[in-house]
């Protein structure tokens, strides 16, 4: 199955959102910790709706534990930045896909890009006066991609 892995999400509102996307696509929500809010938080459950209770929710204190119990392929990681060299059309998505996505002021930490150099997506944009999209936006946009086999067939 694929799954959405968000590493130190910081607004509780776009984890309800992306929730909600992982809902609406039968895919798994991964957090990695430190988070910016509480899993209770009002916000993250208004985001989320009544949603939230179907989302299949994975955490982790650390990614060094996500790597650790879950042990993706390489095959299996696509980390998206702004500056990664490869447009997200590019990829090819196994169905057991992670989409990776740092914190929405700081993206991911240096020391995962830096590991993952080759496994680096962009979402391509046609105006340069947009430095980066909301991070709901862009995980709905890149879930939605790497399913794209799924709704043609």
């Known amino acids: 199955m694929t799954a959405v892995v968000l590493v130190h999400p910081e607004i509780p509102h776009n984890t309800g ?5 992982c809902v609406a696509l ?10 910016g809010f509480s899993l209770s938080d009002k916000q993250l459950k208004r985001a989320g709706l009544d949603y939230w209770q179907h989302v299949r929710l994975a955490e982790f204190a ?22 990664g060299e490869r447009s997200f059309y590019e ?5 057991d ?11 991911l930490p240096p020391e995962i890009t830096e590991a993952q150099r ?12 947009v430095r980066s999209l909301n991070l709901s ?5 890149a879930a939605y991609q790497a399913l794209r086999g799924r709704f043609t067939s």
């Not at 650390?62 to 500056?83: H, K």
């Not at 990829?91 to 169905?95: I, L, Q, S, T």
């Not at 936006?137 to 946009?141: D, L, Q």
């Open 62 to 83: 650390s990614w060094e534990a996500f790597l650790s119990l879950r042990a993706p392929r390489s095959d299996q990681l696509f980390l998206f930045e702004e500056f």
């Open 26 to 35: 039968d895919m798994e929500l991964v957090l990695i910790r430190p988070y």
């Open 97 to 107: 896909a992670f989409l990776v996505f740092g914190s929405e002021t700081k993206g």
């Open 137 to 141: 936006n862009t995980v709905t946009a």
């Open 118 to 129: 080759e496994r680096l997506f962009h979402l391509p944009m046609l105006s340069d006066k």
């Open 91 to 95: 990829a090819d998505y196994p169905d």
């Open 17 to 21: 959102a992306v929730g909600r996307t």
